[in-house]
């Protein structure tokens, strides 16, 4: 018989002396290896209830002797750094210098002041007063050592052991090429680029903080290397590869503590590349290769991804609104008009209180009608354009000065297009002889707008069409009562 098939309970007859000694030795084999599973684990809660040596080896003490509730409680609170724990107490007492934090030396403690330090020397921005560059432009002062370079180690990430697969492959070749990690030589290629760039030999610190934060990525040290290496091209006039620079410092270290200034760097990048775009186009508007201030490709699209880096970076900062209105401009200038709309009601709705609210507003108005493509056409800009006069005369008239006048001019000009629009309606039922449809559009633009050259117009059709009918004669009756009849 087969014994595989007895113990899957074919053999249903447990009486045969054979089946019955299979199965009686499974049922066996199936009891000691749970004992065998189960020994195990009951040791390990064993251990477990047992107090490690060097806590047995420590005085006891009541949880209600502690007030405060215990080392634990001390240690979160930080009133008690050296009794971290029942095991170190024994060792704290022995030495005085780990019981107190004040008489602890080491890196530790030097990287701990260093960060809590402040530059001696704000960046200054693009507006602040230097040496005459770019418009008096001063560059960054490096921070002293011990206020970012006296850094320590334990504060580098720690690196896991990570599983991978064929599909890893690629990304572990592009590791081979990589610069390797060294701490050490990372801060000696950022002392050599820092005294580089207090010299204002720029090109030799771009080339060392370059090296500088390959050599250490993801560590405290990078976020001040791609600063000073924005700041070095920045000042070579290599604008595309400083822009792209502070792109990569907002993309890793989204709350820098060099925000300010790199959001004003990238404001004058943008309006240079802008103006420089405007008075010498690029080859079919997109390409250039000859000069290296700008980028080789769309220099008018990045300008605007620069003003876009700055509101999405430093949404409330100075400049957010200012970009925001350099960017409807550049719309208006190139004519996109619908864009430049857009872009002017949110300074409206996003900055309220900015000083280009009523600039944007009117640009607004012109930005709509500008974008009306005649009575035929949809006429939602020219409600959007009304909407937004009688918002500014009610909101702003005060503030207006000279532009009242031409405001209320430019509300007359919508005022005589929207009265266009119904009579042209009118015109094309008038020329298809629906004259009932034609009368009731002209004597709407009478309602509606009756100060307006339309309406004059409108006037003079309904004398004319008088007392024609409202439809037009049928002249196949006799296929008009085919199709109603098989309607029917």
């Given at each position: 018989m087969n014994t595989w098939r007895c113990f899957l309970g074919s053999c249903k007859d447990r009486s045969r002396p054979r089946c019955r000694e299979h199965f009686v030795s499974r049922r066996a084999g199936i009891v000691l290896c749970s004992l065998a599973c189960l020994l195990p684990s009951a040791a390990g809660c064993r251990s477990m209830l047992e107090l490690p040596p060097a806590a047995r080896n420590q005085p006891s003490t009541a949880p209600s002797d502690d007030e405060e509730g215990g080392w634990l409680f001390r240690r979160l609170t930080g009133q008690d750094a050296a009794a971290d724990d029942p095991a170190q107490a024994h060792s704290a007492q022995a030495d005085p210098a780990q019981a107190d934090p004040a008489q602890a030396t080491g890196p530790v403690q030097a990287a701990s002041v260093g960060r809590a330090a402040a530059p001696s020397n704000a960046p200054s921005g693009p507006g602040g007063q230097g040496d005459g560059q770019r418009g008096g432009q001063e560059p960054a002062a490096i921070p002293r050592d011990d206020d970012a370079l006296v850094l320590s180690t334990s504060d580098a990430p720690v690196e896991k052991e990570e599983t991978w697969g064929i599909l890893d492959l690629p990304e572990r070749l592009v590791g081979l090429f990589r610069p390797k990690r060294d701490e050490a030589l990372a801060r000696a290629l950022f002392q050599?680029?820092?005294?580089?760039?207090?010299?204002?030999?720029?090109?030799?610190?771009?080339?060392?903080?370059?090296?500088?934060?390959?050599?250490?990525?993801?560590?405290?040290?990078?976020?001040?290397?791609?600063?000073?290496?924005?700041?070095?091209?920045?000042?070579?006039?290599?604008?595309?590869?400083?822009?792209?620079?502070?792109?990569?410092?907002?993309?890793?270290?989204?709350?820098?503590?060099?925000?300010?200034?790199?959001?004003?760097?990238?404001?004058?990048?943008?309006?240079?590349?802008?103006?420089?775009?405007?008075?010498?186009?690029?080859?079919?508007?997109?390409?250039?290769?000859?000069?290296?201030?700008?980028?080789?490709?769309?220099?008018?699209?990045?300008?605007?991804?620069?003003?876009?880096?700055?509101?999405?970076?430093?949404p409330t900062g100075p400049l957010a609104d200012d970009s925001l209105l350099a960017t409807a401009n550049a719309y208006f200038l190139k004519g996109r008009y619908e864009e430049a709309a857009y872009h002017y009601d949110l300074i409206r709705k996003d900055y309220p209180r900015s000083e280009h609210v009523i600039p944007a507003a009117l640009l607004g108005i012109k930005s709509y009608t500008l974008s009306y493509q005649g009575p035929v056409y949809d006429g939602t800009p020219l409600?959007?354009?009304?909407?937004?006069?009688?918002?500014?005369?009610?909101?702003?008239?005060?503030?207006?000065?000279?532009?009242?006048?031409?405001?209320?001019?430019?509300?007359?000009?919508?005022?005589?297009?929207?009265?266009s629009r119904d009579y042209a309606i009118g015109q094309y039922y008038d020329a298809r002889k629906y004259y009932?449809?034609?009368?009731?559009?002209?004597?709407?633009?009478?309602?509606?707008?009756?100060?307006?050259?339309?309406?004059?117009?409108?006037?003079?059709?309904?004398?004319?069409?008088?007392?024609?009918?409202?439809?037009?004669?049928?002249?196949?009756?006799?296929?008009?009562r085919w199709f109603t009849s098989q309607d029917d």
């Open positions: 050599e680029g820092a005294s580089a760039y207090q010299k204002r030999d720029y090109a030799t610190a771009a080339a060392r903080f370059r090296k500088a934060a390959a050599h250490w990525p993801d560590s405290p040290l990078e976020e001040d290397t791609l600063f000073y290496l924005g700041e070095s091209y920045y000042f070579l006039d290599q604008y595309p590869k400083a822009n792209e620079t502070y792109d990569q410092l907002l993309k890793k270290y989204e709350f820098t503590r060099y925000l300010d200034t790199v959001v004003r760097r990238q404001f004058a990048i943008g309006r240079y590349w802008e103006q420089v775009e405007a008075a010498r186009p690029a080859f079919l508007g997109v390409l250039q290769f000859t000069d290296a201030t700008r980028p080789r490709f769309d220099t008018w699209g990045r300008a605007l991804k620069a003003y876009q880096s700055v509101r999405l970076h430093d409600e959007k354009a009304e909407e937004i006069s009688d918002d500014v005369l009610a909101l702003y008239a005060t503030e207006l000065g000279d532009d009242r006048i031409r405001l209320i001019e430019e509300k007359n000009r919508i005022y005589e297009e929207k009265a009932g449809a034609a009368r009731y559009y002209y004597r709407l633009v009478l309602h509606d707008y009756p100060d307006s050259k339309a309406a004059v117009m409108a006037a003079r059709r309904i004398r004319e069409i008088d007392g024609l009918p409202d439809k037009p004669p049928d002249r196949f009756p006799w296929l008009t």
